[in-house]
């Protein structure tokens, strides 16, 4: 049986939730797609999928072994896309969703480029810190950050971002930096607010555990980018990301501090709707962003 039809079904299966969607997606009957399942985990020796007659969920072998799976699928594509491109050139429209903040530093300034190089390709770019439904508002992709929910998109990961702890020279002149998670209980940290008065909290890794505290201060805001401009003009510590700050720290108006106690980095990944034939505009964008995340210049 082919190894890579066995992967693709596993993912169909993966994203579409059960043994029968995933049938009627790929126009065969639902034991074919039982008997592609039970010789890919006979041949890995493992159990990727826990079924039942309600539903399909992942194990943990499974859910580790589905991005690299998304990765070899989309890997493949690109490859036949990069032989026939030479006779086939990207066009159409591109429906594109970004979180705000970060779409507006790291995906709205790639646009342009991205136009140039592909006249005939045309982009909407939505910025929103909303999480959109892309197959019912009609959007190509989405770029999001962090971890992802479980659902019916296929993921890509293009890059990771880290979080880190940081503070104006002028700021650290007049307190001592802290040294341990406890003494930020002694500095005015400048927080994020979310919904109901709730503070999201500031997350560390502390011996081999990643803990989250709730820190204190005398101004807090439900934008990030004020608190940025806070933490530049000296009032305060602020939990800010990598992608958000590297600029600052490489110039020096800001200092990171904590640095080993900083949280593992979280991924930033570009989510589509399962589809066997992604257009070459949304293959070709995607590679144009993991290209560019993936150059460690590209961040400080």
Request: charge should be neutral.
């Given at each position: 049986m082919d190894r890579f039809k066995q992967i693709e079904t596993f993912v169909t299966v993966a994203a579409r939730g059960s043994l029968s969607a995933a049938a009627q997606a790929e126009g065969v009957a639902p034991a074919i797609i039982g008997r592609r399942i039970d010789a890919l985990e006979e041949r890995l020796g493992v159990k990727l999928l826990v079924r039942t007659t309600r539903r399909i969920t992942l194990t943990y072998e499974g859910s580790a072994f589905l991005e690299d799976c998304q990765r070899i699928i989309h890997d493949m594509q690109n490859a036949e896309a990069s032989v026939s491109a030479g006779g086939v050139k990207a066009s159409g429209h591109l429906r594109l969703s970004a979180?705000?903040?970060?779409?507006?530093?790291?995906?709205?300034?790639?646009?342009?480029?991205?136009?140039?190089?592909?006249?005939?390709?045309?982009i909407s770019l939505d910025l929103s810190d909303r999480m959109v439904d892309l197959v019912n508002e009609g959007f190509d992709c989405a770029i999001r950050l962090g971890e992802l929910p479980d659902s019916s998109l296929v993921s890509l990961k293009l890059g990771e971002n880290r979080r880190v702890c940081v503070a104006s020279p002028a700021y650290l002149a007049r307190r001592a930096a802290p040294q341990t998670l406890a003494d930020l209980a002694h500095h005015n940290c400048l927080a994020l607010g979310a919904s109901a008065n709730q503070q999201r909290g500031w997350v560390f890794q502390q011996g081999d555990k990643v803990?989250?505290?709730?820190?204190?201060?005398?101004?807090?805001?439900?934008?990030?980018?004020?608190?940025?401009?806070?933490?530049?003009?000296?009032?305060?510590?602020?939990?800010?990301?990598?992608?958000?700050?590297?600029?600052?720290?490489?110039?020096?108006?800001?200092?990171?501090?904590?640095?080993?106690?900083?949280?593992?980095?979280?991924?930033?990944?570009?989510?589509?709707?399962?589809?066997?034939?992604?257009?070459?505009?949304?293959?070709?964008f995607l590679d144009f962003l993991k290209h560019t995340y993936g150059n460690p210049a590209y961040w400080i």
């Open positions: 979180p705000a903040g970060f779409g507006r530093r790291h995906v709205a300034p790639l646009v342009p480029a991205f136009t140039v190089a592909h006249p005939d390709v045309s803990v989250t505290i709730k820190v204190s201060g005398t101004m807090e805001c439900s934008d990030g980018a004020v608190l940025h401009e806070w933490c530049l003009e000296g009032y305060g510590l602020a939990w800010r990301s990598w992608w958000e700050v590297g600029a600052d720290i490489a110039a020096g108006s800001l200092v990171s501090v904590l640095d080993n106690h900083a949280a593992p980095p979280i991924g930033i990944h570009a989510v589509f709707p399962q589809r066997r034939h992604l257009p070459l505009r949304v293959r070709l």
